[in-house]
C-alpha cells in the first residue's frame, strides 16, 4: 500500500470544476432545457500536437458511427451528436441512472497552421481519433548555419593556435621575447 499525500483542498476543487462546468454549459433560459433533466453532457477530449499533425481524440462510449458527426469550417472543428437513453424493455424498473445522455456540441478553434484537407477520422472501441495535418510550409525544419565557427574552420583556428603556440615556444628556447 503507499503512502499518499492528503490534500485538503481536492474536495474544494472539484466542487469548483463542477460549477464551472454546470455555468459553462448553454443553458437555456429558466433552466427549462430538456438537457439538464435527461443529464445533459459532453463527451472528454484530448487535443495535442506532434512534429506533423494536430490530434483530437474524443471519448464517445455506447455511441454508434450514426450518433454524431464532425466538421471543420474556418479553423473550428465541430463535433455534434446525440447519446440515447435505450430501455431495453418494458418492464425493467431502474432504480439509478447515472450515465448522462442527450445532445452535444463540442467546437474547438484550431491554429492556422493546420489543413482541413488531408484529415482524417477514425472511430474505433468508442474513441473518435481526429489527425488534422500541418502545412508545410509551417512545419519546423533544421536549418544549416554556414560561415565562420563552422566545423572545418574551428579546426583551422584550432591549427592556426597551435603553430602561434609553437612559435612563442621557439621564441623562449631562442631566448628572444
Given at each position: 500500500m503507499s503512502?499518499v499525500?492528503y ?8 466542487l ?12 437555456t433560459?429558466?433552466?427549462?432545457g ?5 443529464g445533459?453532457?459532453n ?5 495535442y500536437?506532434n ?8 471519448e464517445?462510449p455506447?455511441m ?8 471543420v ?5 465541430t463535433l ?7 430501455k431495453k ?6 432504480h439509478r441512472?447515472e450515465?448522462?445522455y442527450?445532445?452535444?456540441?463540442r ?11 488531408g484529415a ?11 489527425t ?5 510550409d509551417?512545419?519546423?525544419?533544421r536549418?544549416?548555419i ?8 574551428g ?5 592556426e593556435a ?8 621557439s621564441?623562449e628556447a631562442?631566448?628572444?621575447?
Amino acid at each position: 500500500m503507499s503512502i499518499v499525500r492528503y490534500d485538503p483542498f481536492r474536495d474544494l476543487r472539484t466542487l469548483q470544476e463542477e460549477v464551472n462546468r454546470l455555468f459553462s454549459a448553454n443553458l437555456t433560459p429558466g433552466f427549462g432545457g430538456e438537457g439538464i433533466g435527461r443529464g445533459a453532457w459532453n463527451p472528454s477530449v484530448d487535443i495535442y500536437e506532434n512534429k506533423d499533425h494536430i490530434v483530437v481524440e474524443a471519448e464517445l462510449p455506447g455511441m454508434n458511427r450514426e450518433d454524431f458527426e464532425l466538421s471543420v469550417e474556418n479553423n473550428v472543428i465541430t463535433l455534434r451528436g446525440e447519446r440515447r437513453f435505450e430501455k431495453k424493455d418494458e418492464t425493467d424498473n431502474y432504480h439509478r441512472v447515472e450515465r448522462s445522455y442527450g445532445s452535444f456540441t463540442r467546437s474547438f478553434t484550431v491554429p492556422q497552421t493546420v489543413s482541413a484537407e488531408g484529415a482524417t477520422a477514425e472511430y474505433r472501441n468508442g474513441v473518435l481519433r481526429v489527425t488534422l495535418p500541418k502545412r508545410e510550409d509551417t512545419k519546423a525544419r533544421r536549418i544549416e548555419i554556414s560561415g565562420e565557427g563552422t566545423a572545418a574552420s574551428g579546426k583551422t583556428i584550432e591549427a592556426e593556435a597551435e603553430k602561434a603556440g609553437a612559435a612563442e615556444k621557439s621564441r623562449e628556447a631562442a631566448g628572444g621575447r
